[in-house]
C-alpha cells in the first residue's frame, strides 16, 4: 500500500525558511519516477489550494504566490519530493499536504503544520 509521509514544518519566524519532505513507500521505482507530485495547503478558513507542482521529467510549476519563494524538487532514488520554502510570510501559515498521482491513482499524506509567526 502506498504511503506519503510529510516531514519538516514546524514554527518559523517571517523572513525564515523551512524545507518539507514527502518520503513515498509501498511503490516501486518505475512506478514513482513515473509520478507527478504535488504540495497543497490549507489554512484554517479556507479551501485547499495547490502550491506547486513536479512532473516526472522535474519540469515544475508554482501557485503565483509562491513563485520565487518556493521550490519544489524531487529524488527519485529515495523516493522522496522536497519543498524548500523561503522568505516565509505569516499568510503561508496552513497545514501542508503531499499528494501524488501514481499510475491512476491519487494518494494524500496525512499533512504538516506549517506556522510563521514572530
Known amino acids: 500500500q502506498v504511503q506519503l509521509v510529510e516531514s519538516g514544518g514546524g514554527l518559523v519566524q517571517p523572513g525564515g525558511s523551512l524545507r518539507l519532505s514527502c518520503a513515498a513507500s509501498g511503490v516501486t521505482y518505475s512506478r514513482f519516477v513515473t509520478s507527478v507530485v504535488n504540495w497543497y495547503r490549507q489554512a484554517p478558513g479556507k479551501e485547499r489550494e495547490l502550491v506547486a507542482q513536479?512532473?516526472?521529467?522535474?519540469?515544475?510549476s508554482y501557485a503565483d504566490a509562491m513563485k520565487g519563494r518556493f521550490t519544489i524538487s524531487r529524488d527519485n532514488g529515495h523516493y522522496t519530493v522536497y519543498l524548500q520554502m523561503n522568505s516565509l510570510k505569516p499568510e503561508d501559515t496552513a497545514v501542508y499536504y503531499c499528494?501524488?498521482?501514481?499510475?491512476?491513482?491519487?494518494?494524500w499524506g496525512q499533512g504538516i503544520q506549517v506556522t510563521v509567526s514572530s
Open positions: 513536479i512532473k516526472p521529467g522535474g519540469s515544475t
Open positions: 499528494n501524488a498521482n501514481i499510475g491512476i491513482e491519487f494518494y
